[in-house]
């Protein structure tokens, strides 16, 4: 059973910074794409970045391109969401995810273990 845990969450004014992180358990973390998705309020949750189990490649939603930046630790077991230039509309809970086979993924229904999310707020 593979465990995905996110930290780093919190208030922010707008244009401030953050980073999230998402610490995995299991000895094979480094065969994982992993992924990052945000929900905001009301509506559906949405890929915002994944990278591969090497790290030589990255997708990144529109909305996070040029501001977000995903990057792994494999020494770590762990993924980051440098986050900079937020904006209001970024505010939502933010979830991490495991992907045990394949490339980077753009869909919640490629990944296979989810973290329990972390709450990012910007105020205006």
């Known amino acids: 059973q593979v465990q995905v845990v996110e930290s780093g969450g919190g208030l922010v004014q707008a244009g401030g910074s953050l980073t999230l992180s998402c610490a995995t358990s299991?000895?094979?973390?480094?065969?994982?794409?992993m992924g990052w998705f945000r929900q905001a309020p009301g509506q559906d949750r949405e890929f915002v970045a994944a990278?591969?189990?090497?790290?030589?490649?990255?997708e990144y939603a529109d909305s996070a391109k040029g501001r977000f930046t995903i990057s792994r630790d494999n020494a770590k077991y762990t993924v980051y969401l440098q986050m900079s230039s937020l904006k209001p509309e970024d505010t939502a809970v933010y979830y991490c995810?495991?992907?045990?086979?394949?490339?980077?993924?753009?869909?919640?229904?490629?990944?296979?273990?989810w973290g329990q999310g972390t709450q990012v707020t910007v105020s205006s």
């Open positions: 995810a495991a992907r045990l086979r394949g490339g980077v993924g753009l869909e919640i229904t490629h990944y296979d273990y």
């Open positions: 299991g000895p094979t973390f480094t065969n994982y794409a």
């Open positions: 990278i591969t189990w090497y790290g030589d490649y990255t």
